[in-house]
């Protein structure tokens, strides 16, 4: 394992924050067998010791493709090895190093914004696992080098460009770890089915006790596993498809009001009204009129 690296830190202007995600730090590191770790590049604000670990302002992800080593929180410790990331949080306490018998290689983006707050504090990544495994996974080392040749160039613009790769890497590390907990599973094979089911019957309330009997699976298992696969509940998941097909039906039909709610298997149009409104923030009456074709 060769000794290579490149970081840079980037100065974010208000436009870039305004984007929502900018990034702060790119850069990557052949760390070999028994070097002092952290390496002496990084400015004050993000070397830390092992002794006394360190505390971020920012979020960021460092992706170990090779070798092993450790990572510690304030109340945990976590083994690393290859194909694991790690996810750091503003104002987590943390500290992490190669082991000195194998060294790693780490990839590793800084980024803030108002986007990452709500992705991470209310969102996907609101569990807050620190170590996450992916495994190898070739489009994620492939956005990691497209981030950090941008990084590199500097051209108008690269800031979006990035930022918008990044949120593209989440997406990946989400749905390569959501696959892991479901692949080959007899549940993924009923959420599917459940799925399906759903969108051939839009026409009705679904009762999910029933379905989930239908399906052979307990009824509060069928509803835990649903809302982990799907980030929903099924009755959410049936409604909201429901809801899309009354916006189309709003905007390419001229059925009144009335008849979508009746169509749709609601029980009244004040109740399809009220819940339209819910979801969408407009009434039937307000969505079609903005919609409708000139």
Same mark, same amino acid.
């Given at each position: 394992?060769?000794?290579?690296?490149?970081?840079?830190? *980037?100065?974010?202007?208000?436009?870039?924050? @305004?984007?929502?995600?900018?990034?702060?730090?790119?850069?990557?590191?052949?760390?070999?067998?028994?070097?002092?770790?952290?390496?002496?590049?990084?400015?004050?604000?993000?070397?830390?010791?092992?002794?006394?670990?360190?505390?971020?302002? @920012?979020? !960021? *992800?460092?992706?170990?493709?090779?070798?092993?080593? =450790?990572?510690?929180?304030?109340?945990?410790?976590?083994?690393?090895?290859?194909?694991?990331?790690?996810?750091?949080?503003? $104002?987590?306490?943390?500290?992490?190093? #190669?082991?000195?018998?194998?060294?790693?290689?780490?990839?590793?983006?800084?980024?803030?914004?108002? &986007?990452?707050?709500?992705?991470?504090?209310?969102?996907?990544?609101?569990?807050?696992?620190?170590?996450?495994?992916?495994?190898?996974?070739?489009?994620?080392?492939?956005?990691?080098?497209? *981030?950090?040749?941008?990084?590199?160039?500097?051209?108008?613009?690269?800031?979006?460009?990035?930022?918008?790769?990044?949120?593209?890497?989440?997406?990946? /590390?989400?749905?390569?770890?959501?696959? +892991?907990? &479901?692949? $080959?599973?007899? =549940? @993924?094979?009923?959420?599917?089915?459940?799925?399906?089911?759903?969108?051939?019957?839009?026409?009705?309330?679904?009762? =999910?006790?029933?379905?989930?009997?239908?399906?052979?699976?307990?009824?509060?298992?069928?509803?835990?596993?649903?809302?982990?696969?799907?980030?929903?509940? #099924?009755? !959410?998941?049936?409604?909201?498809?429901?809801?899309?097909?009354?916006?189309?039906?709003?905007?390419?039909?001229?059925?009144?009001?009335?008849? *979508?709610? /009746?169509?749709?298997?609601?029980?009244?149009?004040?109740?399809?009204?009220?819940? &339209?409104?819910?979801?969408?923030?407009?009434?039937?009456? @307000?969505?079609?009129?903005?919609?409708? +074709?000139?």
């Amino acid at each position: 394992m060769s000794n290579e690296s490149f970081v840079k830190y *980037i100065n974010a202007g208000p436009l870039d924050k @305004e984007w929502g995600l900018y990034l702060t730090v790119a850069g990557y590191a052949q760390i070999p067998p028994s070097l002092v770790y952290p390496p002496r590049v990084h400015p004050s604000g993000y070397f830390f010791t092992w002794e006394k670990g360190r505390v971020l302002q @920012e979020y !960021q *992800i460092n992706y170990i493709t090779e070798g092993s080593g =450790i990572f510690e929180t304030s109340t945990d410790q976590f083994q690393v090895v290859p194909g694991s990331m790690l996810i750091l949080r503003p $104002g987590m306490w943390h500290r992490y190093k #190669p082991d000195v018998n194998t060294g790693w290689n780490e990839h590793y983006l800084g980024f803030n914004g108002d &986007f990452c707050s709500n992705l991470f504090n209310e969102g996907f990544f609101q569990s807050g696992k620190p170590v996450l495994y992916v495994g190898f996974q070739e489009s994620l080392m492939k956005l990691f080098l497209e *981030i950090i040749q941008l990084v590199k160039d500097e051209k108008t613009g690269h800031q979006q460009v990035a930022a918008a790769n990044t949120i593209l890497m989440l997406s990946k /590390i989400l749905s390569v770890v959501r696959n +892991q907990e &479901f692949a $080959g599973k007899t =549940i @993924e094979r009923i959420i599917r089915k459940a799925c399906l089911y759903f969108r051939e019957n839009l026409n009705t309330n679904v009762n =999910i006790e029933t379905l989930a009997d239908d399906l052979n699976v307990g009824y509060s298992y069928f509803r835990q596993m649903f809302r982990k696969y799907t980030g929903i509940s #099924p009755t !959410q998941y049936h409604l909201s498809l429901r809801i899309q097909k009354a916006k189309d039906l709003l905007v390419s039909t001229d059925q009144s009001f009335k008849e *979508i709610a /009746i169509d749709l298997g609601f029980e009244s149009y004040f109740y399809f009204s009220r819940i &339209f409104k819910d979801k969408t923030g407009k009434s039937p009456m @307000e969505f079609r009129k903005e919609n409708q +074709q000139t």
